[in-house]
């Protein structure tokens, strides 16, 4: 999601990207992009305030799926693939 910021966008406008307007593209606007009842929902928890501090998605304590929680190997597996698309949106900007 940093990839985004580096790009203009807001912290704010990051998130609805990789949220709400990801499930509007996917023709899903009514089952995902959105913690509500009745929709499908993987929530990420992180050390720290996104709107602040978007890189803090990069570090993440845990993955909720489906109701179950991943810790350690999901969270390693998400930073390992922000790193590289991260790394990858720096070099193309140079």
């Known amino acids: 999601m940093s990839c985004l910021f580096l ?7 990051a ?8 499930a509007e593209l996917i023709g899903w606007p009514r089952k995902v992009g959105a913690v509500e009842a009745g929709r ?10 996104p709107l602040k501090n978007v ?7 845990f993955v909720m799926k489906c109701g179950k929680v991943y810790r350690h190997r999901a969270s390693e597996h998400l930073q ?10 720096r070099n193309d900007h140079q």
């Open 55 to 61: 890189e803090v998605l990069e570090n993440v304590s």
């Open 15 to 22: 998130i609805q990207a990789a949220t709400i307007d990801a």
């Open 40 to 49: 499908f929902a993987d929530i990420i928890a992180v050390q720290g305030d």
């Open 7 to 13: 790009y203009g966008m807001t912290p704010m406008q």
């Open 80 to 89: 390992i693939f922000f790193r590289a698309v991260i790394g990858r949106e």
